[in-house]
């Protein structure tokens, strides 16, 4: 897969805790349709930065404001899809890989374009999303089982991930350039080593 300017990866821990599957699953069941509204919010908020700053400011100031903000949510999102158990409260580069090489010139309008511009992007990732679902479940039952699940449902659910990461950089207006159509499954960028069991 050719790189691409918004890189997420992140490392499995050797064992899964059991205890915390059934909150997560409760959370992932109770956000599933308002987390779809930070697609439609990204933006918004991206746009009233523009405005205040201009275009060059927000993208300088991009690595201590909206690029935190997106790691912080895929991390979020990532400890609710079981591919980690470390909570977001912590810092999230510790967990993951998440990292944006700004580029482009966005304006007010085009930012707020991009709301349109990801819909064929997230139509295909609600499709992916429903496989996923079905993936974190079973991960879910495995994990209480065995303390793991198999690293093919594990690579499709990072591979996921990976997609609404640079979608979401794509929406925020810190890349130019549209995300890949490609479930990018692959170990990509120094993913944090997963903390130790225990």
Known sequence: MASYAATFDIAPPQKFDRVHIAIRIAILIILSIPASAVYLGIPVVAAIQISQRGA????????????KWLRTLVAFFAYLSLLTDRFPTEEPKDTLHFDVATSG????????????????SAIVLGLLGIVAGILVLYAAIMILIQETYPQGVYDFLRGVMRWEARLLAYVASLVDEYPPF???TGSEGAAPAPPSAG
């Open 56 to 67: 060059e400011r927000y993208l300088s100031e991009a690595s201590e404001n909206m690029t």
């Open 105 to 120: 010139s966005p304006t007010v309008g085009s930012t707020l374009m991009r709301i349109i511009l990801a819909i064929p």
């Open 182 to 184: 490609a479930l990018d």
